[in-house]
């Protein structure tokens, strides 16, 4: 991003309650790893405070899927999935968001080109969800992995490491199937 572009994202900043283009900063931190700043502003028109977020974006990332479709690469498209194979689980809003930025910050500084392959994003987030919480990677790996029999959800769960074998039985539900 050169100057002129930053220059014009801050000068095309508008209230949300007022659509006012005249704002001023109060306070600026960084947020998770530092790859987000959150500035808190506000309006010098109608007196209102608002937050922003600005997040490095160092390219453009492309991601091809099975298909041979290319996408865009989005960052809430790979949060949600996360979020939804770790839901009723341990795994906080905040390690989400973390492992989503360490995830995008990978693709963008390991892989030379600006294409990345749908199998490198969801190995990149297996990896991470098995060191996380075994039963969010047993739930991501289902779906991306397209589980269609039992025996496929054995397999999965016998190649988790014997430590977390507990962590696994803990959190199945008590009820009885029949």
């Given at each position: 991003?050169?100057?002129?572009?930053?220059?014009?994202?801050?000068?095309?900043?508008?209230?949300?309650?007022?659509n006012?283009?005249?704002?001023?900063?109060?306070d600026?931190?960084?947020?998770?790893?530092?790859?987000?700043?959150?500035?808190?502003?506000?309006?010098?028109g109608?007196?209102?405070?608002?937050?922003?977020?600005?997040?490095?974006?160092?390219?453009?990332?492309?991601?091809?899927?099975?298909?041979?479709?290319?996408?865009?690469?989005?960052?809430?498209?790979?949060?949600?999935?996360?979020?939804?194979?770790?839901?009723?689980?341990?795994?906080?809003d905040?390690?989400?968001?973390?492992l989503?930025?360490?995830i995008?910050?990978?693709?963008?500084?390991?892989?030379?080109?600006?294409?990345?392959?749908?199998?490198?994003?969801?190995?990149?987030?297996?990896?991470?969800?098995?060191?996380?919480?075994?039963?969010?990677?047993?739930?991501?790996?289902?779906?991306?992995?397209?589980?269609?029999?039992?025996?496929?959800?054995?397999?999965?769960i016998?190649?988790?490491?014997?430590?977390?074998?507990?962590?696994?039985?803990?959190?199945?539900?008590?009820?009885?199937?029949?």
């Amino acid at each position: 991003m050169c100057v002129f572009d930053l220059l014009r994202l801050i000068l095309d900043m508008r209230c949300p309650y007022c659509n006012s283009t005249d704002s001023r900063v109060t306070d600026s931190r960084p947020d998770v790893e530092d790859a987000i700043i959150r500035r808190r502003r506000v309006c010098n028109g109608c007196g209102a405070r608002f937050t922003t977020v600005e997040r490095v974006q160092m390219r453009d990332l492309m991601v091809r899927k099975n298909s041979g479709k290319l996408e865009p690469f989005d960052r809430e498209k790979l949060r949600r999935s996360i979020k939804l194979a770790c839901r009723n689980t341990d795994v906080s809003d905040e390690q989400i968001e973390k492992l989503v930025t360490s995830i995008h910050r990978r693709l963008e500084t390991e892989t030379a080109d600006d294409c990345v392959t749908s199998v490198m994003v969801g190995q990149m987030v297996s990896d991470s969800l098995l060191n996380l919480d075994p039963i969010a990677f047993v739930r991501f790996v289902s779906v991306y992995r397209k589980f269609s029999r039992i025996s496929d959800f054995k397999k999965i769960i016998d190649q988790i490491p014997e430590a977390d074998e507990g962590a696994i039985v803990c959190k199945l539900p008590k009820t009885s199937l029949f």
